[in-house]
């Protein structure tokens, strides 16, 4: 699951930490928004906190951005003090307002988990500099994904997903995508893509070339005059005049179609990327399956490399002690492996890889489950 590192949520007192280190503009406004992105992601994820009516529910992915239209229904409790912090606090429900006179407090729009009490001890630990109390009293939010964990007995992988590599360049980029793991709904769009880009590119350089010519008309016209004068003959301006035009002509049409062809190539982009999105959860339940056979994998062959790198190493230690049997002290079969340090070391490098990759790969433990079928979602969803 993806989350952000700097949200995070304290069960106990009812309050989000936003963490704005490294941001010039530091704003309760700003530390609202960074939160509604994190309920997003939540509610993508399907882990938002239970019984919460904080979150809008309008934000949205718009291509490779993101939008948050409105903030959450969250209020500003407090903000570490110093020039320097970029810590916020934000509780549950929409700010509280004082009646003038009457004192009475009023809050638009409430929320069953705020917490008055929490929300004043949060604001007493970071005014008086506890952070690191208030960040024991936190957990990631949304909750995070522990590291990815391999297939049980008897779990199988999803089937392989297959396709013809997408691998092309046009218009000054570079598109490249895999043969393997992109979702069967996803392919022909990308495959579209593809064509109408690499023709998109042709009619461009056809239009250029028109341009190239009407441009160079003028000049190459007089040429030819001066050629014909010398050798005694007219020019036909007449002639040569709807030669311009029409080269002119030419190079408009060309540049027209061109153009049409750039908006259906936006058009076929925004295709691909409304397919990803309408696949997403399934293609990361996939990809978590996957991950996890991987890793499966990985651990196979680590034992496998483990045993045969001792076996080495006994191989060599005998080496040594049957060449010498003695070593110092009289003892027998006393020599060790000169391979020891070198393999204890490889043994090390190839687990900090595995643990590496099943770190980087937590964000899929939420969805590495068998994927459902797109209708039998719907199915269910609408039951």
């Not at 089937?159 to 092309?168: C, G, L, M, T």
């Not at 691909?272 to 991950?291: H, P």
């Not at 020599?335 to 643990?355: D, F, I, K, P, Y």
Request: proline letters at 5%.
């Amino acid at each position: 699951m993806i989350r952000d590192e700097r949200v995070r949520y304290s069960p106990e007192l009812g309050v989000w930490t936003v963490d704005m280190a490294g941001m010039t503009a530091v704003s309760p406004g700003q530390a609202e928004k960074i939160l509604g992105w994190s309920m997003f992601l939540a509610r993508e994820a399907e882990s938002g906190l239970e019984g919460c009516t904080c979150d809008p529910g309008d934000q949205y992915w718009d291509g490779p951005e993101r939008r948050v239209p409105t903030s959450p229904h969250g209020h500003f409790v407090g903000q570490a003090r110093g020039a320097d912090s970029r810590l916020m606090v934000i509780g549950h429900g929409s700010p509280v307002t004082v009646a003038p006179g009457t004192g009475q407090e009023h809050q638009g729009r409430q929320c069953p988990l705020r917490n008055v009490d929490g929300e004043r001890q949060a604001k007493e630990l970071v005014e008086r500099g506890g952070l690191t109390e208030l960040w024991d009293l936190t957990v990631a939010f949304p909750a995070g994904a522990g590291p990815l964990q391999p297939l049980s007995t008897g779990e199988e992988a999803p089937k392989v997903w297959e396709a013809e590599p997408v691998d092309f360049r046009a218009g000054g980029l570079r598109v490249s995508v895999p043969a393997r793991h992109v979702h069967p709904a996803v392919q022909p769009s990308l495959a579209a893509y593809r064509d109408l880009s690499l023709k998109a590119a042709e009619l461009h350089r056809a239009a250029q070339e028109a341009q190239e010519r009407a441009a160079n008309a003028p000049r190459e016209l007089r040429r030819e005059a001066t050629q014909a004068a010398i050798h005694g003959r007219a020019t036909d301006a007449a002639k040569a005049a709807q030669s311009i035009r029409d080269l002119e002509l030419e190079a408009q049409a060309a540049k027209a179609v061109a153009d049409g062809t750039e908006d259906a190539l936006s058009a076929t982009r925004a295709a691909v990327v409304k397919a990803v999105e309408g696949n997403r959860a399934e293609w990361l339940a996939y990809l978590g399956g996957q991950g996890r056979a991987a890793l499966g994998r990985l651990d196979a062959a680590l034992a496998e490399l483990d045993a045969a790198l001792g076996d080495l190493v006994a191989v060599d230690a005998m080496r040594a002690n049957v060449e010498r049997p003695l070593a110092a002290g009289a003892r027998l079969f006393a020599q060790g492996s000169a391979l020891t340090g070198q393999v204890n070391a490889s043994r090390a490098a190839a687990r900090e890889v595995r643990t590496k990759a099943a770190e980087t790969l937590a964000p899929l433990s939420r969805y590495a489950t068998e994927p459902e079928a797109k209708a039998a979602r719907k199915a269910k969803a609408t039951a």
